[in-house]
């Protein structure tokens, strides 16, 4: 067996969570729950934290101080204020823009009306895209992931700010307007509220409307690249631990559970599969130039197999299914690393990082122990007693 190479200082090691929408975010908050039991380091405890789309939402946390067994405890077991801050819907209908773009539809039957006049043809193609002109820049308003991570930041760490932060965090959004990628948290934007940049990170073009922050609009931060490992590198990372939650289905037409080509099931899974197809194979090239130009550092990645039924029969915002996702993603996390276990031991060796083996470990995630009734009763009666007095 190769012996570990010493490190002249501590290693820096870093959590890259990528995009995957809803389902995605809980996948990872499995995964991590997993990482948080297999490695003698706590996942809260890490030097650098790089969040993109869905992961944004569970890495702000993480940096915030929110345990992956308490985001786990608060996705399946969901209650008032399960993290100490009130439940809030995370998405709302933009019934204004819908107004607003509504207001448009004379001047579009003005133009049809001219373009007639002039004897110029119109195809039904043409006439559906024009159609699509009213319609808003996004069909949803995710301001409420904005006001959610919003009130926790500030109830664990006062301010909503990333300096305020307990971890470096970097949230990555794409600029609509020049489409530059932008990692929010860096010292050239870390004025920006944690939230609005976790809002404009996890803001799925056509889906959701872009995020104003200043003069500019910002869109989904997986629109430029999957997981942005490169800002933990350049960030001077000697181990990152990936989470990767989007991979696309490897479907037998002939003997595959979807009992022929994905096309006969439809336009939805046709889209799904397309996107996973774009997300994955951008992710591979990365993966394959940051071991070829960085080959001393060491890169963890963990995703879904490429049978894995489970996570491709729910689409990226399904939230009806948040107990069996996140229960699925610890388990997926603990299988491949008994399948990798030795090499994996010898890696995070490097790091001055022990591995549990996943035999020796609960088979699901453990949530958090709850007060007892009596015992939350007397908390808050004393709250507001204190309250009171102030």
């Not at 002249?8 to 039991?37: H, M, N, Q």
């Not at 107004?99 to 001219?114: E, W």
């Not at 879904?304 to 699925?328: K, L, T």
Request: proline letters at 6%; charged letters at 25%; hydrophobic letters at 45%.
């Amino acid at each position: 067996m190769a012996t570990p190479r010493k490190r002249s200082r501590p290693s820096k090691v870093a959590l890259v969570c990528a995009g995957g929408g809803l389902t995605g975010a809980l996948y990872e908050i499995g995964c991590l729950c997993a990482l948080d039991a297999l490695i003698d380091r706590p996942i809260g405890d890490l030097d650098l934290y790089v969040g993109v789309s869905g992961g944004a939402f569970v890495s702000s946390l993480l940096a915030a101080g929110v345990t992956p067994a308490e985001m786990y405890g608060a996705a399946v077991s969901p209650t008032a204020g399960a993290l100490g801050v009130p439940e809030a819907p995370l998405y709302r209908l933009g019934v204004r823009d819908f107004v607003t773009a509504s207001r448009r539809a004379p001047s579009m039957v003005q133009r049809a009306a001219r373009a007639a006049w002039r004897g110029e043809t119109a195809t039904l193609a043409d006439f559906a895209w024009s159609m699509f002109e009213l319609l808003p820049a996004g069909l949803l308003d995710n301001s409420g992931v904005r006001d959610y991570v919003g009130a926790l930041i500030r109830k664990r760490c006062r301010r909503d700010s990333f300096a305020a932060l307990r971890r470096p965090l970097l949230v990555v959004a794409v600029d609509l307007d020049d489409g530059e990628a932008v990692a929010f948290g860096d010292a050239a934007h870390e004025d920006v509220p944690v939230s609005l940049a976790v809002q404009a990170s996890t803001a799925l073009p056509g889906l959701y409307r872009p995020v104003r922050i200043g003069d500019r609009d910002f869109v989904d931060g997986g629109v430029k690249k999957t997981a942005h490992l490169h800002l933990a590198i350049e960030a001077g990372a000697d181990l990152v631990l990936c989470v990767n939650p989007v991979v696309p289905i490897r479907n037998d037409a002939r003997s595959g559970p979807f009992g022929g080509h994905l096309s006969g099931r439809g336009i939805t899974y046709v889209l799904d599969q397309t996107l996973r197809i774009m997300l994955h194979g951008r992710m591979q090239y990365g993966m394959e130039r940051y071991r070829r130009d960085y080959p001393k550092v060491d890169i963890l990645l963990m995703e879904p197999e490429r049978d894995d039924m489970r996570m491709f029969s729910y689409h990226i915002m399904r939230d009806g299914v948040r107990r069996v996702v996140a229960e699925h993603g610890y388990q997926s996390v603990m299988r491949h690393f008994a399948r990798n276990f030795a090499a994996y031991r010898r890696t995070l060796a490097r790091h001055g990082i022990a591995l549990r083996h996943p035999r020796t470990l609960p088979g699901l995630p453990v949530l958090p122990a709850r007060p007892a009734p009596a015992a939350a009763k007397r908390s808050r009666r004393r709250a507001a007693i204190h309250a009171g007095a102030r």
